[in-house]
């Protein structure tokens, strides 16, 4: 399985972006999905995670509200749709997945499928 991000860019604060997670290779019948993103000098860290139907959703704190997963009709693509972005969302966007698995994976660590980042950088 391989994972393809794109969507990213440069945005003012308070607008929105939606970056695409597209998903290719092995067909598999259910797969677990996330988005982590990493700023300068930080530590990748979760942003929200999907389960292989899209009916769970898990957001952390910071972006709970503002951002949202989606998956695709063929759930081949998952979105992140992120609105009223802050300054502090500044950061390089990468997709996750853990392909055979079903539920919300929030640990990092158990994602076994990375996607290349997509740098969003929010201007003041």
């Known amino acids: 399985v391989q994972l393809q991000a794109s969507g990213g860019g440069l945005v003012q604060a308070g607008n929105s972006l939606k970056l695409s997670c597209a998903v290719s290779g092995r067909t598999v019948s259910s797969i677990s999905m996330g988005w982590f993103r990493q700023a300068p000098g930080k530590e990748r860290e979760i942003v929200g995670a999907?389960?292989?139907?899209?009916?769970?959703?898990y957001y952390s704190d910071s972006v709970k509200g503002r951002f949202t997963i989606t998956k695709g009709h063929a759930k081949n693509t998952v979105y992140l749709h992120m609105n009223s972005l802050k300054p502090e969302d500044t950061a390089a966007y990468y997709c996750a997945a853990n392909p055979g698995s079903a539920g919300l994976i929030v640990v990092k660590n158990l994602y076994n499928t990375w996607g290349q980042g997509t740098l969003v950088t929010v201007s003041s």
């Open positions: 999907i389960n292989w139907n899209g009916a769970s959703t």
